[in-house]
């Protein structure tokens, strides 16, 4: 299929030859690749394009538009179609605002247009039919709960199931206040299941996977689900949902831990708030349902977290589809036997815009520490002190980054790993990544996201974020491989890395990625122990 804009977009060249039926071959080549084969999923046909040693799906619909009286409600599977869809190009991305990111990641950004219709999701296999058996890598992406999509190129899949022989996918899904508020108490009997409805379109998009992967050669009984930062958060999510019990069998956390999700009073307050600065009232949620998109999204521009003015968009303990918080005070028993990947970037906050990256003095570095720990002199004195025990020649402007990062993610990681491994059931691994991008004059070092392009075999397609190096190369054949060996069997190792031990709170064994990587017990202890001593001193 092929929507009009597309159409007007080829002009004369698709008027030409449109009657003689080529194309979708004209298509394929403006995609820099050949028509590829034709898959029948459950909905109907799909035709993919061919580049290199994969074959890629773009844009197909896993579920019905969410546009109209299904905004804001359960996603639905789409009205099955005749005929031959040809899936080259991305489909809609989520309604959002603008992401403001960092120019490095910034030029990596999928550029799809965005709109209700969002539920696609993208495919990459080395060749289609039954039988192959490849594990199946089904990547959620960042950008929080309210930004991104499944279409930004580091993610594109061809280089990791061409290497490692593996199905890659990516989703779309809803976002923000289309996916995430919450109506099911505010909106009667009508709006009593709207409730982490994007977390639902990604349920949704499993369920295809399990319905028809196995026709784009991969086995629907081994599905490891990953994602970065809120793709991490969407992944700690799904594994205490009810509804996802089964459909993946594996789960990779990357700088995105989520130990709480959002509690009803607090949804319900976000919601109100955000009505009323549309000039709604708590009972008017169906006027809400016919606002226009744009009126929304101007709704949620301004401060706060990515771009949401501070409104809690994100996925809600409703007792239902989430019945308690991911992490605490426990992992959850519904993903039980499920092993978990997990771990950090060392210096995540270079990632964010406005961070000062160039030297600073002590005063300037205790400030930023205890704006970061929400602390007092006391509690920053602690951290400084065991931040300095464990790297002594640390600079003050690389201590102010690593706690802020540490605040952000690396603690939050220690704590799923460490609820994980009680369990008991099913192991968990634990890693840190420690390589420094020579971008931006080094100043960024090994910010937020930077592990992305390793992971997907992408460093070139990467280089604004990661440089031109040559030492890019092995760490990505390391780092794929490990995540590859993960989704394949459940457990990490990995040629040419050190052995890596399930993690534990005795030995807290943790894979240290970098030119040389290592395997380090309980590494910045001081570090860990001082974060948590401050901590419990504020609960």
Not at 37 to 44: I, K, L, P, R, S
Not at 220 to 245: C, D, E, W, Y
Not at 285 to 307: C, E, F, S, T, Y
Request: charged share 20%; with cysteine.
């Amino acid at each position: 299929m092929i929507d009009r804009r597309t159409f007007i977009g080829y002009g004369t060249l698709a008027a030409s030859i449109l009657a003689g039926g080529k194309l979708a071959k004209a298509l394929a080549q403006e995609n820099k690749g050949a028509a590829g084969a034709t898959v029948e999923t459950a909905a109907g046909k799909v035709r993919g394009i061919t580049q290199g040693k994969v074959t890629g799906f773009k844009g197909i619909q896993y579920g019905a538009s969410t546009a109209g009286n299904l905004r804001f409600m359960p996603p639905v599977k789409p009205q099955p179609w005749t005929g031959v869809r040809d899936t080259f190009d991305l489909g809609h991305r989520s309604p959002q605002n603008p992401s403001g990111l960092i120019p490095e990641v910034a030029a990596v950004e999928g550029t799809e247009p965005m709109g209700e219709d969002c539920l696609c999701l993208n495919v990459w296999t080395p060749s289609v039919g039954n039988g192959h058996k490849r594990p199946v890598m089904v990547w959620l992406h960042g950008g929080g709960f309210s930004t991104g999509s499944g279409g930004f190129t580091i993610y594109d899949g061809g280089n990791l199931a061409a290497k490692h022989d593996v199905v890659a996918l990516t989703v779309n899904h809803r976002l923000n206040a289309f996916g995430y508020l919450y109506l099911a108490d505010l909106g009667g009997e009508k709006y009593a299941n709207s409730s982490n409805v994007g977390m639902l379109d990604i349920i949704l998009a499993l369920e295809w996977v399990r319905d028809n992967i196995s026709a784009f050669g991969g086995d629907p009984g081994n599905v490891t689900i990953f994602g970065q930062s809120g793709g991490g958060r969407k992944v700690s999510t799904l594994m205490a949902m009810p509804s996802a019990k089964g459909l993946f069998h594996r789960a990779i956390v990357e700088s995105g831990a989520s130990v709480r999700g959002v509690p009803r009073d607090a949804a319900n307050k976000s919601t109100e708030a955000f009505m009323t600065k549309l000039g709604l009232k708590s009972d008017q949620v169906d006027q809400l349902q016919k606002q226009p998109m744009a009126q929304i999204l101007a709704g949620m521009a301004g401060g706060g977290p990515a771009g949401n003015q501070g409104f809690r968009m994100e996925p809600v303990v409703d007792g239902r589809t989430l019945p308690a918080h991911p992490f605490d005070p426990a992992a959850s028993e519904f993903s039980a036997n499920v092993p978990l990947l997990i771990g950090s970037t060392q210096t995540e906050a270079g990632f964010f815009p406005g961070t000062p990256l160039d030297p600073i003095d002590e005063a300037a570095m205790r400030t930023r520490v205890k704006q970061s720990l929400r602390s007092d002199d006391a509690g920053a004195d602690r951290v400084i002190a065991a931040y300095r025990k464990d790297q002594p020649n640390i600079t003050n402007i690389d201590l102010a980054l690593q706690v802020a990062s540490d605040m952000f993610a690396w603690n939050s990681s220690l704590t799923e790993a460490e609820r994980k491994a009680a369990l008991g059931k099913a192991p968990a691994y634990m890693y840190y990544f420690t390589w420094s991008s020579p971008v931006r004059q080094g100043k960024l070092k090994a910010f937020h996201t930077l592990e992305i392009p390793f992971i997907f075999d992408n460093v070139d397609v990467g280089k604004s974020m990661t440089g031109s190096g040559e030492d890019r190369y092995a760490l990505e054949d390391k780092m794929s491989g490990a995540w590859v060996a993960f989704a394949r069997t459940g457990n990490p190792n990995y040629k040419g890395l050190p052995n890596w031990p399930a993690y534990n709170t005795e030995r807290r064994a943790t894979m240290f990625f970098d030119n040389d990587c290592k395997v380090v017990n309980d590494p910045r202890r001081e570090a860990r122990q001082a974060l948590s001593s401050v901590q419990l001193a504020q609960t």
